[in-house]
């Protein structure tokens, strides 16, 4: 029961001395004490009920009251039979340490209060208890093999009121109660997302509850059935591995709800939930298991060398699969994907398997299974995605398009970069389409020659494609970092210097200038410049840097200059 109930009740005489913001409290017990330290008796929740008979001077109630506190009490009623009134000392004390305080009247006995709070306490446990055995009955029948999780989710709204939607570790909606109204937008569900990976990587058991945009949430993770939630005890003794092998994969339950201030039985019912979610979640496990053996089999033989004619005769078998009903043979695409931790630990390959499942589903679909044209092994550390495309598709310029690294990271590197942060990265490479076996050997190298090129990056999400492959980029992450100094600093701190104490705008001169190819007009007009103005400022950065920007090198050691800067 709320604290405002008993206010509510006049019976009770109670009269309220401060903490009115705090009246939504939960009272889960009542307790009478005069000892100065009731500590050892208090389990948390309590209505205290004091006839003060442990104040003997105004410098005992703040440590009275602090204890308290401690203990997690809901309020304090002090009776008024002693002193007369209750002392303004416990009314400050009560106030600096926000605990609702109440008076008690003389003519009611703590005993018509004791009675009054345990007969509405218990009578809600029953209710409370009654309602999650049937719960859990209707459930259990009515739960993955009657509707997915959806069925699940729709009765805990339509009998606990509670809103709740099921989240991929990267935000993506995979269920929600249909009655309920929209669900939260798909930012608010990436933030989620974050903020549950954030907790989890801490190691501390769920639920972890976080308030976004005046709306309290309760997070619950969602774990294979194969891994079991652990209990207070295991998830101290485990925390940091357990939260390394499971946070960046677990789906999420977001209850609309703030759950400190549940009962025991109302947190056992979230939990039957969530093991129910998760029978539902190794059913979609067990469907990618085809696709899965697929992928592996395929990358195998591409390792080891195998002839192209064997290779080809295991993706004539996985097109099928992967796209039902296609006439030809697919284009392909190889993505590779890598999670270290920070002093050099790799997360195993089938950990990131289930992620970059995850991050090669389209965001904006819906449900538990929206694709069927993922197909993911792992091989060591890391994870190999073959991705099929029906045909290359094109841009307007005629380029091949397929998958781009950057599009791939869009959506989920929000809350990728709050499970990792201060502990790891995950680093992501894409080949270009390839249409037969012979290319696909050079498909998976050009993957992860690209994710290292992502992996010499700053950053926690970081991705590299094909196309950069064959451009001057691919050589700068690997200059080490004190050849990189020495060289900028000697081209361009003289230009730095100079445009710090005259403001003569040389770098940016300088840059504009080798981006319009050396073009003295289209420079000048995208300056708006005169161009004797622009042949002045060109001067004077040969001048102060001994270079002579009509020579192709010395255009091409600025240019790399600059972009290693």
Same mark, same amino acid.
């Given at each position: 029961m709320?604290?405002?109930?008993?206010?509510?009740?006049?019976a009770?005489?109670?009269k309220?001395?401060?903490?009115?913001?705090e009246?939504?409290?939960?009272?889960?017990g009542v307790?009478?004490?005069?000892l100065r330290?009731?500590?050892?008796?208090?389990?948390?929740?309590?209505l205290?009920l004091s006839?003060?008979?442990?104040?003997r001077?105004?410098?005992?109630?703040?440590?009275?009251?602090?204890?308290?506190?401690?203990?997690?009490?809901a309020?304090?009623?002090?009776?008024?039979a002693?002193?007369g009134?209750?002392p303004?000392d416990?009314?400050v004390?009560?106030?600096?340490?926000?605990?609702?305080?109440?008076?008690?009247?003389?003519?009611?006995?703590?005993?018509?209060?004791?009675?009054?709070?345990?007969?509405?306490v218990?009578s809600e446990?029953?209710?409370?208890l009654?309602?999650?055995v049937?719960?859990h009955?209707?459930?259990?029948?009515?739960?993955p /093999? !009657?509707?997915?999780?959806?069925?699940? &989710?729709? $009765? *805990?709204?339509?009998?606990?009121d @509670?809103r +709740?939607?099921?989240?991929?570790?990267?935000?993506?909606?995979i269920?929600?109660?249909?009655?309920?109204?929209?669900a939260?937008?798909?930012?608010?569900?990436?933030?989620?997302?974050?903020?549950?990976?954030a907790?989890?990587r801490?190691?501390?058991?769920?639920?972890?509850?976080v308030?976004?945009?005046s709306?309290?949430y309760?997070l619950f993770?969602?774990?294979?059935?194969?891994?079991?939630?652990?209990?207070?005890q295991?998830?101290?003794?485990?925390?940091?591995q357990?939260?390394?092998?499971?946070t960046?994969?677990?789906?999420?339950?977001?209850?609309e709800?703030? /759950? !400190?201030?549940w009962?025991e039985?109302r &947190?056992d $019912? *979230?939990q039957?939930?969530?093991? @129910?979610? +998760?029978?539902e979640?190794?059913?979609r496990?067990?469907?990618r298991?085809v696709?899965?053996?697929?992928?592996?089999?395929?990358?195998?033989?591409v390792?080891?060398?195998?002839?192209?004619?064997?290779?080809?005769?295991?993706?004539?078998?996985?097109?099928?699969?992967?796209?039902?009903?296609?006439?030809t043979?697919?284009?392909?695409?190889v993505?590779?994907?890598?999670v270290?931790?920070d002093?050099?630990?790799?997360?195993?390959?089938?950990?990131?398997?289930?992620l970059?499942e995850?991050?090669?589903?389209?965001?904006?679909?819906?449900?538990?299974?929206p694709?069927d044209?993922i197909?993911?092994?792992?091989?060591?550390?890391?994870?190999v995605?073959?991705?099929p495309?029906?045909?290359?598709?094109?841009?307007?310029?005629g380029?091949?398009?397929?998958?781009?690294?950057?599009?791939?990271?869009?959506?989920v590197?929000?809350p990728?970069s709050?499970?990792?942060d201060?502990?790891?990265?995950?680093t992501?490479?894409?080949?270009?389409?390839v249409?037969?076996?012979e290319?696909?050997?050079g498909?998976?190298?050009e993957?992860?020659?690209?994710?290292?090129?992502?992996?010499?990056?700053?950053?926690?999400?970081?991705?590299?494609?094909h196309?950069?492959?064959?451009s001057?980029?691919?050589?700068?992450p690997?200059?080490?970092?004190?050849?990189?100094?020495a060289f900028?600093?000697?081209?361009?701190?003289?230009l730095?210097e100079?445009?710090?104490?005259h403001?003569?705008?040389?770098?940016?001169?300088l840059?504009?200038?080798?981006?319009?190819?050396?073009?003295?007009?289209r420079?000048?007009?995208r300056l708006h410049?005169?161009?004797n103005?622009?042949?002045?400022?060109?001067?004077?950065?040969?001048?102060?840097?001994?270079?002579?920007?009509?020579?192709?090198?010395?255009k091409?050691?600025?240019f790399?200059a600059?972009?290693?800067?």
């Open positions: 709320r604290l405002r109930a008993l206010l509510e009740t006049d009770l005489g109670l309220l001395l401060g903490g009115e913001e009246l939504d409290r939960t009272v889960r307790m009478t004490t005069d330290d009731p500590s050892r008796y208090l389990s948390g929740g309590e205290v006839g003060l008979a442990w104040r001077s105004p410098a005992d109630s703040e440590p009275f009251v602090r204890i308290l506190v401690q203990a997690g009490v309020a304090l009623a002090a009776g008024t002693e002193l009134e209750v303004d416990l009314v004390a009560c106030a600096r340490h926000r605990l609702p305080l109440f008076a008690v009247h003389e003519s009611v006995a703590f005993a018509t209060v004791t009675e009054h709070v345990v007969r509405q218990s446990r029953a209710g409370d009654a309602a999650v049937e719960r009955r209707r459930m259990m029948t009515s739960g /093999a !009657g509707g997915g999780p959806d069925a699940v &989710l729709d $009765l *805990l709204y339509s009998d606990l @509670l +709740a939607w099921l989240l991929s570790p990267v935000g993506r909606l269920a929600g109660p249909k009655e309920a109204g929209p939260p937008s798909a930012p608010t569900c990436v933030r989620l997302a974050g903020e549950h990976l907790a989890g801490t190691g501390h058991p769920g639920p972890h509850r308030t976004l945009d709306t309290t309760s993770p969602i774990r294979s059935t194969g891994r079991p939630p652990h209990d207070a295991d998830a101290a003794q485990d925390a940091a357990d939260a390394r092998e499971t960046l994969s677990d789906w999420v339950l977001a209850v709800a703030d /759950a !400190g201030d009962s039985e &947190l $019912l *979230l039957g939930v969530t093991q @129910l979610i +998760a029978v979640r190794d059913r496990d067990a469907a298991t696709r899965r053996r697929l992928a592996q089999e395929v990358v195998e033989l390792q080891s060398s195998a002839p192209p004619a064997e290779i080809a005769a295991r993706l004539r078998v996985a097109a099928p699969v992967l796209l039902p009903g296609l006439g043979a697919p284009h392909w695409q993505v590779v994907a890598r270290e931790w002093g050099g630990q790799a997360e195993g390959g089938q950990a990131v398997q289930s970059l995850e991050i090669l589903v389209a965001p904006d679909s819906t449900g538990p299974e694709s044209r197909a993911v092994a792992h091989t060591g550390d890391e994870a995605a073959l991705v495309l029906p045909a290359v598709p094109t841009g307007d310029d380029a091949e398009t397929g998958l781009l690294a950057e599009a791939l990271l869009e959506t590197r929000e990728l709050a499970g990792l201060g502990d790891g990265r995950l992501l490479g894409v080949s270009a389409a249409h037969s076996a290319g696909l050997r498909a998976l190298e993957a992860r020659h690209a994710r290292r090129v992502a992996a010499a990056r700053p950053g926690r999400v970081c991705a590299a494609g196309q950069e492959l064959a001057h980029v691919l050589l700068l690997f200059v080490p970092d004190d050849v990189r100094r900028t600093a000697r081209l361009l701190d003289p730095r100079y445009d710090r104490r403001r003569a705008e040389l770098i940016p001169t840059e504009a200038f080798l981006d319009c190819d050396g073009s003295w007009t420079c000048a007009s410049l005169h161009v103005t622009l042949r002045y400022r060109i001067g004077r950065i040969e001048q102060l840097t001994g270079r002579d920007l009509s020579r192709l090198e010395d091409l050691d600025f790399l600059l972009r290693m800067s």
